[in-house]
């Protein structure tokens, strides 16, 4: 018995489509057989682009929140058990007809029914939340109870749906449940760890080599998602990070140095091995977002090793770090290029899949932002005014008061 | 049936090819494993860490190591990059050009960054141009678009967009974030600058595929300078009609080059200047307000429902 509105199937054609599409853009199929490929692989399903699909989100997440605003301000509650009520209520419809849109008009990821569905959720756990409330319970169990709630809505929502991100959302509320316990910082991190790894185990048990290309793609990414969390559970200085930004250092979370450190030197060793670990294992099962989650952890990894140690820090360590990346990244491209067929064990550092054109991408915004940092970066005049007076410098050549 | 089994059964359709048949399953299959896009990233962001390692540098020790050492360091690392591309790089033509290797791109971007960090360390440090100085901004402009176009770079092509916005006032420092009337009609001045410029390089054929760049930053500019102009005067103005027109030009654009992007754009800042405006023009009538959001909401639906029926887009 399946609960998802989508049949094996039908997603899988979805997936089918997208690689023939992929490869129509990188010029490894004609016209002619991206269609033929079409026609074998007919989801029967109402897509939509991403433009559409996030203007449909908006408005929809527009439009319901208006109408359970407009609900409320008429019938001008006083009884917060029944504005609870209503929320779990309007929840409920909202759910309803994220299904019935889904179900009659065939709609997938179209902006709408994720919306509804999402509105759903955030109505129906709020609703809980002051009922709960309402009914003497604790803060520390409401605390506990909501995200729960969330974790479980969320995961519903992923069953039924399909909607990956709601599986993020039923994780990061999880999440949040170990530090509701009044336990210690050490034992709270101890707790989510753990619980992550039994989901871990779990995505690892239900991804079977005879799975359907589209769920083996979809529990990868549940997996890179989960590395990730495991790792920023372990990584004890990247909160401290924040604890610098804040200047707050008398909050554990935010001062790694207060952890025992039984518990400090072991999430240090554990920064090195989930990385690793991940990379490997992204090499040797070939699944692109592992090696990319790996890769980027082992980036933090590197940026946070001095923290650990307690090492000076110095203004020159980001170029380091950037000069290392620079380095591996054209040692690899030439040990790839250089081998047969510009080929080793497989790998290439050839472009064989062209990405799909957006217009603009994150990394032309990165590049326009340059000018401004460069500016935000320089010094002040000399302090003796040895020259000129007055003034500041900025980005591509100058600033100045305009 | 999944990708492997479908490629297996268009071959004996005779539907593809053998060879490519075998290509395709050895991309499906992860037998052959590109990993070019990764190696990017971090060439992209190791650039950009070591652009700003150095700029903390400089700004935390400049006194220490002295202007001279600063200056030269940075003038090497320029000037050795822009060696390197000019050596390296492929002739210059109208049309798109690859780029000789992965890293190229990526090199002619750091040269650049440094170029505009020691051009900023020296005009902040001598003054040399006095009250002139933003013609720094401006020689820097000309010199990263001449890069952009010869060695065929976006990145560089960005760089030159915001520098040219920051000639105009727009920089990062948080007090040039007040969109005085001035500001605004830099801001208006500036997108239909970038727009002309984009449309005329476009039609002469010279890199074609700029344009998206040169259309964003112009959509972006125009639209939020109008919709802060439509904030404040509401619709006693020409800004409320120019919103309208301009939104409704990128909506047009849109459908027709079918770049959806754009029509996101359209939607969205169209959608703000309208709320503004009627929004009130309804003022504290809390019923109506509600009201609008509903049935409004429902007629964006609606219409991209419509547009997306048009244009079937999967």
Same mark, same amino acid.
């Given at each position: 018995?399946?609960? +998802?509105?989508?049949?094996?199937?039908?997603?899988?054609?979805?997936?089918?489509?997208?690689?023939?599409?992929? %490869?129509?853009?990188?010029?490894?199929?004609?016209?002619?057989?991206?269609?033929?490929?079409?026609?074998?692989?007919?989801?029967?399903?109402?897509?939509? +682009?991403?433009?559409?699909?996030?203007?449909?989100?908006?408005?929809?997440?527009?439009?319901?929140?208006?109408?359970?605003?407009?609900?409320?301000?008429?019938?001008?509650?006083?009884?917060?058990?029944?504005?609870?009520?209503?929320?779990?209520?309007?929840?409920?419809?909202?759910?309803?007809?994220?299904?019935?849109?889904?179900? $009659?008009?065939?709609?997938?990821?179209?902006?709408?029914?994720?919306?509804?569905?999402?509105?759903?959720?955030?109505?129906?756990?709020?609703?809980?939340?002051?009922?709960?409330?309402?009914?003497?319970?604790?803060?520390?169990?409401?605390?506990?109870?909501?995200?729960?709630?969330?974790?479980?809505?969320?995961? %519903?929502?992923?069953?039924?749906?399909?909607?990956?991100?709601?599986?993020?959302?039923?994780?990061?509320?999880?999440?949040?449940?170990?530090?509701?316990? +009044?336990?210690?910082?050490?034992?709270?991190?101890?707790?989510?760890?753990?619980?992550?790894?039994?989901?871990?185990?779990?995505?690892?048990?239900?991804? $079977?080599?005879?799975?359907?290309?589209?769920?083996?793609?979809?529990?990868?990414?549940?997996?890179?998602?989960?590395?990730?969390?495991?790792?920023?559970?372990?990584?004890?200085?990247?909160?401290?990070?924040?604890?610098?930004?804040?200047?707050?250092?008398?909050?554990?979370?935010?001062?790694?140095?207060?952890?025992?450190?039984?518990?400090?030197?072991?999430?240090?060793?554990?920064?090195?091995?989930?990385?690793?670990?991940?990379?490997? %294992?992204?090499?040797?099962?070939?699944?692109?977002?592992?090696? +990319?989650?790996?890769?980027?952890?082992?980036?933090?990894?590197?940026?946070?090793? $001095?923290?650990?140690?307690?090492?000076?820090?110095?203004?020159?360590?980001?170029?380091?770090?950037?000069?290392?990346?620079?380095?591996?990244?054209?040692?690899?491209?030439? %040990?790839?290029?250089?081998?047969?067929?510009?080929?080793?064990?497989?790998?290439?550092?050839?472009?064989?899949?062209?990405?799909?054109?957006?217009?603009?991408?994150?990394?032309?915004?990165?590049?326009?932002?340059?000018?401004?940092?460069?500016?935000?970066?320089?010094?002040?005049?000399?302090?003796?005014?040895?020259?000129?007076?007055?003034?500041?410098?900025?980005?591509?050549?100058?600033?100045?008061?305009? | 049936?999944?990708?492997?089994?479908?490629?297996?059964?268009?071959?004996?359709?005779?539907?593809?090819?053998?060879?490519?048949?075998?290509?395709?399953?050895?991309?499906?299959?992860?037998?052959?494993?590109?990993?070019?896009?990764?190696?990017?990233?971090?060439?992209?962001?190791?650039?950009?860490?070591?652009?700003?390692?150095?700029?903390?540098?400089?700004?935390?020790?400049?006194?220490?190591?002295?202007?001279?050492?600063?200056?030269? #360091?940075?003038?090497?690392?320029?000037?050795?990059?822009?060696?390197?591309?000019?050596?390296?790089?492929?002739?210059?033509?109208?049309?798109?050009?690859?780029?000789?290797?992965?890293?190229?791109?990526?090199?002619?971007?750091?040269?650049?960054?440094?170029?505009?960090?020691?051009?900023?360390?020296?005009?902040?440090?001598?003054?040399?141009?006095?009250?002139?100085?933003?013609?720094?901004?401006?020689?820097?402009?000309?010199?990263?678009?001449?890069?952009?176009?010869?060695?065929?770079?976006?990145?560089?092509?960005?760089?030159?967009?915001?520098?040219?916005?920051?000639?105009?006032?727009?920089?990062?420092?948080?007090?040039?974030?007040?969109?005085?009337?001035?500001?605004?009609?830099?801001?208006?001045?500036?997108?239909?600058?970038?727009?002309?410029?984009?449309?005329?390089?476009?039609?002469?054929?010279?890199?074609?595929?700029?344009?998206?760049?040169?259309?964003?930053?112009?959509?972006?500019?125009?639209?939020?300078?109008?919709?802060?102009?439509?904030?404040?005067?509401?619709?006693?103005?020409?800004?409320?009609?120019?919103?309208?027109?301009?939104?409704?030009?990128?909506?047009?654009?849109?459908?027709?080059?079918?770049?959806?992007?754009?029509?996101?754009? #359209?939607?969205?800042?169209?959608?703000?200047?309208?709320?503004?405006?009627?929004?009130?023009?309804?003022?504290?009538?809390?019923?109506?307000?509600?009201?609008?959001?509903?049935?409004?909401?429902?007629?964006?639906?609606?219409?991209?429902?419509?547009?997306?029926?048009?244009?079937?887009?999967?």
């Amino acid at each position: 018995m399946t609960l +998802n509105l989508y049949s094996p199937q039908q997603e899988e054609n979805i997936y089918i489509r997208k690689r023939a599409k992929a %490869w129509r853009r990188s010029g490894l199929i004609t016209e002619e057989q991206l269609s033929a490929i079409n026609g074998h692989a007919d989801p029967q399903l109402r897509q939509t +682009n991403l433009f559409f699909r996030i203007l449909f989100f908006v408005f929809t997440l527009l439009g319901t929140g208006a109408v359970v605003g407009l609900f409320v301000w008429l019938l001008d509650f006083k009884d917060t058990s029944f504005i609870a009520a209503m929320l779990i209520l309007f929840g409920a419809a909202f759910y309803m007809a994220a299904d019935y849109l889904a179900g $009659k008009y065939l709609l997938y990821r179209h902006g709408v029914e994720e919306a509804l569905v999402i509105v759903a959720m955030v109505l129906f756990c709020a609703g809980c939340s002051i009922l709960l409330s309402e009914n003497h319970l604790t803060l520390t169990h409401i605390r506990i109870v909501v995200p729960a709630l969330l974790a479980i809505t969320a995961c %519903w929502i992923y069953l039924r749906f399909g909607l990956l991100y709601a599986a993020a959302i039923s994780i990061v509320a999880l999440s949040f449940i170990p530090f509701q316990f +009044n336990l210690s910082p050490a034992a709270e991190r101890i707790m989510l760890f753990s619980v992550l790894c039994v989901i871990f185990v779990f995505s690892l048990l239900a991804d $079977k080599p005879d799975l359907e290309d589209f769920r083996k793609n979809r529990y990868a990414k549940i997996k890179a998602c989960l590395l990730a969390a495991m790792y920023l559970t372990v990584n004890l200085e990247i909160l401290g990070f924040s604890g610098l930004l804040m200047r707050d250092t008398h909050v554990v979370h935010l001062n790694a140095q207060l952890f025992p450190p039984s518990i400090y030197w072991s999430s240090y060793v554990l920064t090195f091995l989930i990385p690793a670990a991940s990379i490997y %294992w992204g090499i040797k099962s070939r699944k692109r977002l592992i090696i +990319n989650v790996g890769l980027v952890m082992a980036c933090v990894t590197l940026a946070t090793n $001095k923290s650990y140690l307690g090492w000076t820090r110095y203004a020159w360590d980001p170029a380091i770090l950037g000069m290392i990346l620079v380095g591996l990244s054209l040692l690899i491209t030439r %040990w790839l290029n250089s081998g047969a067929d510009q080929r080793r064990f497989g790998f290439t550092a050839r472009e064989i899949l062209k990405p799909e054109e957006g217009g603009i991408t994150p990394a032309d915004m990165a590049a326009a932002l340059t000018p401004g940092v460069i500016e935000t970066q320089q010094p002040p005049a000399h302090p003796e005014e040895k020259y000129f007076g007055g003034g500041a410098s900025g980005g591509g050549g100058a600033e100045g008061k305009y | 049936m999944n990708v492997a089994k479908l490629l297996r059964k268009l071959r004996y359709e005779k539907k593809l090819g053998s060879s490519q048949v075998e290509l395709l399953l050895d991309l499906q299959e992860r037998r052959i494993f590109s990993v070019h896009r990764e190696l990017r990233f971090f060439l992209y962001i190791g650039i950009l860490m070591i652009i700003t390692g150095a700029g903390l540098t400089v700004k935390k020790y400049f006194i220490n190591l002295g202007d001279a050492a600063i200056i030269s #360091a940075l003038t090497l690392c320029f000037a050795a990059a822009f060696i390197y591309c000019f050596v390296q790089g492929r002739p210059y033509e109208k049309a798109e050009v690859a780029s000789p290797n992965i890293a190229f791109d990526y090199i002619l971007f750091f040269g650049c960054a440094f170029y505009s960090m020691d051009v900023a360390y020296i005009e902040t440090q001598y003054h040399l141009l006095g009250d002139l100085w933003e013609n720094y901004l401006l020689v820097s402009v000309a010199l990263f678009f001449f890069l952009a176009y010869r060695f065929d770079n976006r990145l560089v092509l960005s760089l030159a967009l915001s520098t040219l916005a920051a000639w105009f006032g727009f920089t990062l420092s948080a007090h040039r974030f007040y969109f005085e009337n001035y500001y605004r009609l830099y801001a208006i001045a500036y997108a239909l600058i970038v727009l002309c410029c984009g449309i005329l390089l476009y039609r002469s054929a010279v890199k074609k595929h700029f344009l998206d760049i040169y259309l964003n930053f112009a959509a972006h500019f125009l639209c939020i300078a109008l919709v802060s102009g439509v904030a404040e005067y509401k619709i006693l103005s020409l800004y409320f009609p120019a919103l309208l027109l301009a939104c409704a030009a990128l909506a047009f654009y849109s459908v027709k080059v079918r770049k959806f992007l754009y029509m996101l754009y #359209a939607v969205i800042y169209g959608y703000i200047g309208i709320s503004i405006v009627i929004v009130d023009q309804i003022h504290r009538q809390t019923f109506l307000l509600f009201t609008y959001f509903i049935v409004t909401s429902m007629l964006v639906i609606g219409l991209i429902f419509k547009l997306s029926r048009m244009f079937k887009e999967d």
